[in-house]
């Protein structure tokens, strides 16, 4: 960036805090409750299905199982009453399996597809027919099973085996076991995982609402914390004892604003030692290269007193500072005001400087009114009796500079030097009291608005050569 800064470059286009913010129109507590309940559902959702998916294949099997037993039964039972085509003894060991919980029935046909004995009485003698829709048919060895649906409704698993006799086959004894007590089964769990569903639900929305609180709490904080920040109250300070990382977050949010608090009342002791815009340009561009040192053209102001050894000699140390004190007050007001900066007091003298660090091509005109002005106030103000403000001279020169930041590592200072800020200090010397002396350069920038008399070339320390000067005695209004 150039070191002539504009003034634009300074101000910096600021969004109001609420504009700023992205307010949620959900509450966390709520946001945290549905995310977990949701989680909760999808879990046990899963876990479910994996859960009674595998019982009631468990139970299936346990009913294959079952069924298989009571099929061994009474093949090893009938091959005898087959051969003797014993209907009765049939009959007597079919009965057997009425008592049997969970069997629906059971049945043998004999090789000529005639029922031979049957746990319905009424079925004994009749042909056995052949089901057709069935389902999930399989054959493990000789054991034949499938699943169907019978006339009242109801889910039955049969399961057939051959009886056979010295290799030859005799008929097939069928059992038909019922499978509603798995869907009973599976129901029940199902009840049972929907109650405990329901509590775990319950349980998480509470859990949830306790943690959102939790969570709201020192989140509100915070943002009551950054608003008061916002409004400038840098002593604000957040209340959080918890050992977690909120209680980190409040411990660095008091650091953060006691580190803003110190930089505040830096910037605003600084601002009473330089320029208010110097004050902002090292706050909005720290590591610019204009605070290195550059060669700039401006206008250099001298003021002192005529005569403050003799004035100072005779008064008390508090009454002089405060004299003092009035008159570096005024010249500061009209230097700012004017658009310069005070660059130093210098025992009883003030310099400043305009043009510099914010450029302004009419740096002359601006600090030739800036003197004329800070005259006519001193001479008003000396009437009330602060004599030194009537004696006061004042010397400006315009000229090539080199402005920047001069000084150490411990302590730094932004300033003007070159042979331009030593002439206007050397024509200070030639005014007197209420005169504003300006240099040939000068002279030069402002002719159409001034009114001067000349002075006799002067021969000026450091210079071979005379200097011309004026006496302002005049200057045209804006």
Do not use: C
């Amino acid at each position: 960036m150039s070191p002539e800064l504009k003034e634009s470059h300074i101000l910096q286009k600021k969004l109001p805090f609420k504009d700023r913010l992205s307010y949620s129109h959900m509450p966390i507590r709520v946001k945290l409750a549905i995310a977990i309940t949701l989680i909760i559902l999808l879990t046990i959702i899963i876990l479910s299905y994996i859960v009674l998916t595998k019982q009631k294949e468990s139970l299936y099997q346990h009913t294959v199982k079952t069924g298989k037993t009571s099929l061994n039964y009474f093949v090893n039972n009938a091959r005898h009453p087959l051969v003797k085509e014993s209907i009765l003894e049939l009959n007597t060991l079919i009965n057997e399996a009425a008592s049997v919980e969970g069997i629906l029935y059971a049945l043998i046909v004999d090789r000529k597809g005639v029922i031979k004995a049957h746990t319905d009485i009424a079925m004994v003698g009749k042909p056995y027919q052949l089901l057709e829709k069935i389902d999930n048919y399989s054959t493990e060895d000789d054991v034949t099973y499938f699943n169907y649906t019978n006339s009242a409704g109801s889910k039955v698993i049969n399961l057939s085996r051959p009886v056979a006799f010295k290799n030859v086959e005799l008929g097939i004894v069928h059992v038909g076991i019922s499978l509603d007590f798995i869907e009973k089964q599976i129901r029940k769990e199902s009840v049972f995982i929907l109650v405990l569903s329901l509590f775990m639900v319950v349980l998480g929305i509470v859990s949830a609402v306790l943690i959102g609180v939790q969570f709201a709490r020192p989140i509100s904080k915070l943002v009551m914390a950054t608003k008061e920040i916002g409004k400038g109250n840098l002593q604000y300070r957040l209340e959080m004892t918890s050992r977690d990382e909120f209680g980190d977050l409040s411990n660095a949010f008091n650091f953060m604003t006691q580190e803003l608090w110190k930089n505040s009342i830096m910037q605003k002791s600084f601002g009473r030692y330089v320029s208010p815009e110097v004050v902002d340009m090292i706050m909005a561009h720290p590591e610019e290269s204009w605070l290195k040192g550059q060669r700039s053209e401006a206008t250099i102001i001298f003021s002192d007193i005529r005569g403050f050894t003799a004035y100072s000699e005779g008064r008390e140390p508090e009454e002089v500072v405060e004299a003092l004190n009035e008159y570096f007050r005024i010249a500061t007001e009209f230097i700012l005001e004017y658009g310069g900066y005070v660059d130093k007091f210098i025992g009883d003298a003030v310099m400043g400087v305009f043009g510099v660090p914010i450029f302004r091509a009419d740096h002359a005109e601006r600090a030739v009114r800036a003197a004329l002005a800070m005259q006519n106030k001193f001479i008003t103000a000396g009437k009330n009796g602060n004599k030194i403000l009537t004696e006061i001279g004042i010397g400006i020169n315009s000229g090539i500079i080199v402005s920047g930041n001069l000084g150490s590592d411990i302590k730094m200072e932004y300033t003007v030097i070159g042979d331009s800020v030593n002439v206007a200090s050397r024509l200070n010397s030639l005014a007197g009291s209420g005169e504003v002396i300006i240099s040939r350069s000068v002279y030069e920038l402002t002719r159409a608005i001034v009114t001067v008399e000349p002075i006799a070339p002067q021969k000026l320390k450091g210079k071979s050569e005379l200097v011309e000067s004026f006496k302002v005695t005049g200057i045209s209004s804006l």
